[in-house]
């Protein structure tokens, strides 16, 4: 049965926006006024910059990436992409404006920031790293956002080697599920600078509201710490459900009467829920090693979610 909610991701001294060194060849594309970025920024209220002409590289065009690019190109963004597990979205979307080109790596060549909304660190490598990937690819100046729901300690690696090319690099998840998607409405829980989050604003707000967490990783902390609890709230209510059945009261009084308690939550009043309790499979369960990881990096207890992950899921964390 599939989880209801889930679909079954020797220097210079210059620096870049966010903060790291780079290479003295590549030190003057970051000054002020870099005809790369002059074309496509203009001042914001507080004297900073925002990109509002770029070429967005999208890659991952499944149940949430293709509403999300489509959303991209209602707004008059140029999105380029390569067909990653099927051709179907890249045909849907070519007839909006969207441009296919052959694979990740001339996906990057030609955006100045490429997205990504792939299942997980495997698939994301695959399409980023290496001398086939899009990193590689891209001109200094530019940003990759990784929409994926991965691990903080992933994004905070690919930050420090997309520095060494002059890349900066967002986490991005989102929130919101395929509807947020389809609307527009998605929260963007994003880490990273302050100042690449401005620039990439443009291509950002078409898809959502922009939520800061803090620096890159904290956008992943903050998903996989919302997925954690709505994953445990959701095992709970399936726990108290069995008991309610098996008391003799029926499960649609006990919710509609939950619904009007304390009990009350965004899962309790919005997702369905089983006549009988289901095991957890595919993105909870991605998403909850994860958040066991991340917390395990930091010498942070976990105890309700490990238990949970070790009596009420199984091992298959998706697609590889």
Not at 21 to 48: K, Y
Not at 62 to 86: F, I, K, T, W, Y
């Amino acid at each position: 049965m599939t989880w209801p909610g889930w679909t079954t991701s020797a220097s210079s001294r210059a620096s870049t926006p966010n903060g790291h060194p780079v290479r003295s060849s590549e030190a003057t594309t970051w000054r002020a006024g870099s005809p790369r970025w002059a074309e496509a920024r203009h001042l914001t209220s507080d004297g900073g910059t925002v990109m509002t002409s770029t070429t967005v590289g999208f890659i991952g065009l499944g149940a949430m990436g293709e509403p999300m690019a489509a959303n991209l190109l209602a707004a008059g963004v140029d999105v380029v992409s390569c067909a990653h597990r099927n051709r179907e979205p890249i045909e849907r979307l070519a007839v909006r404006g969207l441009r296919e080109v052959a694979d990740p790596a001339a996906v990057g060549a030609a955006a100045d920031v490429v997205m990504t909304v792939v299942w997980d660190e495997a698939q994301n490598d695959r399409v980023l790293r290496g001398p086939h990937g899009a990193i590689a690819a891209m001109r200094p100046e530019g940003v990759v956002i990784v929409m994926s729901t991965v691990s903080p300690t992933y994004c905070k690696q690919l930050d420090v080697e997309a520095a060494e090319l002059g890349i900066s690099v967002l986490d991005c998840p989102v929130s919101g599920m395929v509807k947020g998607a389809i609307d527009g409405t998605l929260t963007l829980m994003i880490g990273g600078s302050a100042e690449d989050i401005e620039r990439c604003r443009p291509v950002l707000e078409p898809m959502g509201t922009i939520s800061h967490c803090g620096p890159v990783g904290t956008g992943q902390v903050m998903k996989l710490g919302n997925n954690a609890m709505a994953i445990g709230t959701f095992g709970l209510i399936m726990e108290v459900r069995e008991m309610v059945a098996a008391q003799g009261m029926s499960l649609d009084t006990f919710m509609e009467f939950l619904n009007q308690s304390t009990g009350r939550s965004f899962v309790s009043e919005t997702w369905p829920m089983p006549q009988e309790r289901i095991t957890f499979t595919g993105m909870p369960v991605k998403d909850m090693r994860r958040c066991l990881a991340a917390a395990n990096d930091v010498g942070a207890a976990m105890p309700m979610l490990a238990r949970l992950l070790e009596t009420g899921a199984d091992d298959d964390e998706g697609p590889v």
